[in-house]
């Protein structure tokens, strides 16, 4: 299994940004699928997941902000992020697991990618 995650940079707040997570090796479309993001010093923490029947669950915090969505046929996750501020800045890994859970938890997932950067200047 292989996630590669892209679209990663450096924004100002208020600005956008598009992540994108290609997969291979897997069963994509039956497959829970998610972003996580670890800012330095914190925990990583379940930004935003897709089971796959398309029920989504989000982070509080980026709610109405950030929309997480797939293209099966391409196997590619992708996370919009709208209204970034600075507190979105940390490095984002897109996850995989081997259910269909609309799940936040970082246990439940078991295959990561590399991670992207993510910065938000005030």
């Known amino acids: 299994v292989q996630l590669v995650e892209s679209g990663g940079g450096s924004v100002q707040a208020g600005g956008s940004l598009r992540l994108s997570c290609v997969a291979s090796g897997l069963f994509f479309s039956s497959t829970g699928v998610g972003w996580f993001r670890q800012a330095p010093g914190r925990e990583r923490e379940g930004v935003a997941s897709m089971n796959g029947y398309g029920y989504t669950r989000y982070l509080d915090s980026v709610k109405g902000r950030f929309t997480i969505s797939r293209d099966n046929a391409k196997n590619t996750l992708y996370l919009q992020m709208n209204s970034l501020n600075p507190e979105d800045t940390a490095v984002y890994y897109c996850?995989?697991?081997?259910?269909?859970?609309?799940?936040?938890?970082?246990?439940?997932?078991?295959?990561w990618g590399q991670g992207t950067q993510v910065t938000v200047s005030s």
């Open positions: 996850a995989a697991q081997g259910r269909s859970l609309p799940s936040l938890e970082r246990s439940d997932y078991h295959y």
